[in-house]
């Protein structure tokens, strides 16, 4: 018998095994695109502009549009990109947009 308490000869002790298995990864398909032919006509997606356009038409400065997000806070409406705010919203609607760019018909 020892006098430290330790015990030379412990007894194993059943510790679960656990087996981790890797997930597989999720494979997520996107929508096909739309093939669309050049004079085929579109609607433009960006804010702001909503007009009919043929891809054909389409060049750096056809579209005058709203890059940032619309703001409804307090009251108030307007756009984040131009910082222009109004109370009532047929003003708002009537803000003329400050960027000019290419007609987007993605969403």
Do not use: L
Not at 52 to 73: L, M, R
Request: glycine share 6%; net charge negative.
């Amino acid at each position: 018998m020892s006098i430290s308490g330790s015990n030379p000869n412990p007894k194993p002790v059943d510790t679960p095994v656990t087996t981790v298995v890797p997930e597989e990864p999720v494979i997520v398909n996107a929508p096909p695109r739309k093939v669309v032919g050049i004079n085929e006509p579109q609607t433009c997606k960006n804010k702001g502009c909503g007009q009919t356009f043929k891809e054909i038409d389409n060049h750096e400065n056809a579209c005058n549009y709203h890059p940032g997000p619309a703001v409804f806070h307090d009251r108030m409406r307007g756009w984040n990109c131009c910082d222009v705010h109004v109370k009532e919203f047929d003003e708002f609607m009537s803000i003329p947009p400050c960027t000019k760019g290419w007609h987007n018909a993605d969403p």
